[in-house]
């Protein structure tokens, strides 16, 4: 109600920030009481159609922006499945077309658990991301690229810079310890190399990369696998 008034922009900036998530979950909680199951119940294929009609035609215009602003690889599928959804303004437009009867209710309805599915099925997008995408890319990555010629050594030597090693870098270098990481994922490397952490790629099951390392003269040696 207050939404209507006069006063609404100046009541929306005022609130504090915990304020903005509760105005929010009680928008949802009206859509969600807002939507008639039994109408997904009768024409669920209907529904589920369309959610993925809507899906499908926003990624191929995702798609296309990708490419003309040459966002590529993963990111180009970040990009395409992460926005690939109806947003939560749709249930505002809709709303609104009823109450001016530019669309019928029944067909608001039918619009808004399409609406609502293209949502719910958004962490599926992100799962196919992390899961069959992502890992593809970084395995050409890694293939492509060969390993780095290590020019310094270091008393440490940090194999693996995962969540874990990452961690461990961090906590080296805070304490003035130098330290040298190795690790076989290239993304993995420049991420330490943005905050300017000493990293080289290469597989550091080898030998050789070791002892170019300075396996022989370090105080201290760690690391961590995935198995």
């Not at 008034?5 to 504090?16: A, K």
């Not at 807002?34 to 191929?60: R, Y």
């Not at 990481?181 to 300017?196: F, G, K, S, V």
């Given at each position: 109600?207050?939404?209507?008034?006069?006063?609404?922009?100046?009541?929306?900036?005022?609130?504090?920030?915990?304020?903005?998530?509760?105005?929010?979950?009680?928008?949802?909680?009206?859509?969600?009481?807002?939507?008639?199951?039994?109408?997904?119940?009768?024409?669920?294929?209907?529904?589920?159609?369309?959610?993925?009609?809507?899906?499908?035609?926003?990624?191929?215009?995702?798609?296309?922006?990708?490419?003309?602003?040459?966002?590529?690889?993963?990111?180009?599928?970040?990009?395409?499945?992460?926005?690939?959804?109806?947003?939560?303004?749709?249930?505002?437009?809709?709303?609104?077309?009823t109450q001016n009867r530019v669309i019928p209710a029944d067909t608001a309805q039918m619009l808004s658990l399409v609406v609502a599915l293209s949502m719910f099925l958004t962490p599926l997008?992100?799962?196919?991301?992390?899961?069959?995408?992502?890992?593809?890319?970084?395995?050409?990555?890694?293939?492509?690229?060969?390993?780095?010629?290590?020019?310094?050594?270091?008393?440490?030597?940090?194999?693996?810079?995962?969540?874990?090693?990452?961690?461990?870098?961090?906590?080296?270098?805070?304490?003035?310890?130098?330290?040298?990481?190795?690790?076989?994922?290239?993304?993995?490397?420049?991420?330490?190399?943005?905050?300017?952490?000493?990293?080289?790629?290469?597989?550091?099951?080898?030998?050789?990369?070791?002892?170019?390392?300075?396996?022989?003269?370090?105080?201290?040696?760690?690391?961590?696998?995935?198995?």
């Open positions: 109600m207050a939404a209507r008034g006069h006063c609404s922009l100046s009541l929306v900036e005022h609130l504090p920030g915990w304020a903005h998530g509760l105005v929010l979950g009680l928008f949802f909680i009206t859509v969600g009481a807002g939507i008639n199951f039994g109408v997904l119940a009768e024409s669920w294929d209907i529904v589920m159609l369309l959610a993925l009609a809507v899906i499908i035609g926003k990624a191929l215009i995702l798609v296309g922006l990708a490419l003309a602003f040459g966002i590529r690889s993963s990111d180009g599928w970040l990009f395409t499945l992460g926005l690939a959804q109806a947003g939560e303004f749709g249930f505002v437009l809709l709303t609104y077309s997008l992100f799962i196919v991301y992390d899961r069959v995408v992502l890992p593809r890319y970084q395995k050409a990555s890694n293939e492509e690229a060969g390993p780095d010629e290590i020019e310094e050594q270091a008393p440490v030597i940090v194999a693996g810079v995962g969540r874990f090693g990452q961690i461990v870098c961090r906590l080296l270098r805070a304490n003035n310890i130098p330290s040298v990481a190795l690790d076989h994922a290239l993304e993995q490397i420049e991420n330490l190399r943005r905050i300017q952490l000493k990293s080289y790629f290469g597989d550091a099951t080898r030998i050789q990369l070791l002892e170019t390392a300075g396996i022989a003269e370090a105080r201290h040696a760690g690391g961590r696998t995935a198995n």
